[in-house]
Structures are given as structure tokens and as C-alpha cells.
């Protein structure tokens, strides 16, 4: 479960979603349901709907503390492609920084902070890139 694979049936489930950077890949996790928090499987790309984008700010204050990385940033929404190619020219990134002189927020290059967007798409700006960023 470590590569991309064919999630074409999630397509309309509200899902949460963040960057997994030892993989390069976006994991994708079940929303609700006794599975709630659990790994679905994992994404090149994916475009989602209505997302709120989510810091926790206990999760931040441990990371700052312990210098340690954990998932506390991500975002909610609901898949309408997964694993596509999209043309994210026309779009503005998103991106987030734990660090302590950075804003506690997802936020644009201009520092603009984010919380809502109608629809973004997950990717790396190229195949080689290491991060991937949130495109609104």
C-alpha cells in the first residue's frame, strides 16, 4: 500500500488528507465510521471539494517542543479526482511550516492564511519535487 493505487471508487466520500513526506504521497484517511483515522491508501494527486484546511494546535506546540515531525496539519473534503494530471499554472499554492516565526495557519506565498477554499488539488509542483502543497 505504499504506491498509488486505483481509488476511483472514492470519488464523492468525504475524506481527511495530508502530505505523507517519507512517501512522497498524499495518505489518505477514513473521515467517519469505525475505521475513522485509519489509511485508506495513498495519492499522486488528488482534487477535493468544500476542504477546510486544519492545524492542531496541540500538535503544533508538540512539534515545536520536541523538534520531532507529526501529522498535525491536514485538510477535509470531498474527493472529485484522484490521481490525475492537473494543470496547476492558473492556481495559487498553499502551504504550511511548523516553525515558529511561521504563521500557525495554512497560508498563500503572500502570507494570506487559509481555512476554507471550494476546491483545491493536492500535488508536487513536478515529479522530482519533494514536498507536495495544496493548489486553490
Known amino acids: 500500500m505504499d504506491t ?13 488528507v495530508h502530505y505523507n513526506i517519507p512517501k512522497r504521497l498524499w495518505s489518505i484517511l477514513w473521515l467517519r465510521g469505525p475505521k475513522r483515522g485509519t489509511v485508506i491508501g495513498y495519492a499522486t494527486t488528488i482534487v477535493l471539494e468544500k476542504v477546510t484546511f ?13 523538534g520531532q515531525r507529526s501529522v498535525h496539519a491536514h485538510v477535509v473534503g470531498t474527493v472529485v479526482a484522484i490521481n490525475t494530471e492537473e494543470n496547476l499554472q492558473q492556481l495559487t499554492r498553499v502551504s504550511y511550516n511548523p516553525a515558529r516565526d511561521r504563521p500557525a495557519t495554512f497560508h498563500t506565498p503572500d502570507g494570506k492564511p487559509v481555512h476554507y477554499a471550494e476546491r483545491a488539488v493536492f500535488a508536487r509542483p513536478s515529479p522530482e519535487a ?4 495544496a493548489w486553490i
Open 4 to 16: 498509488p493505487q486505483d481509488l476511483a471508487w472514492l470519488l464523492g466520500t468525504e475524506v481527511h
Open 54 to 66: 486544519i492545524v492542531s494546535a496541540p500538535g503544533r506546540a508538540r512539534a515545536q517542543r520536541t
Open 130 to 133: 519533494e514536498h507536495g502543497y
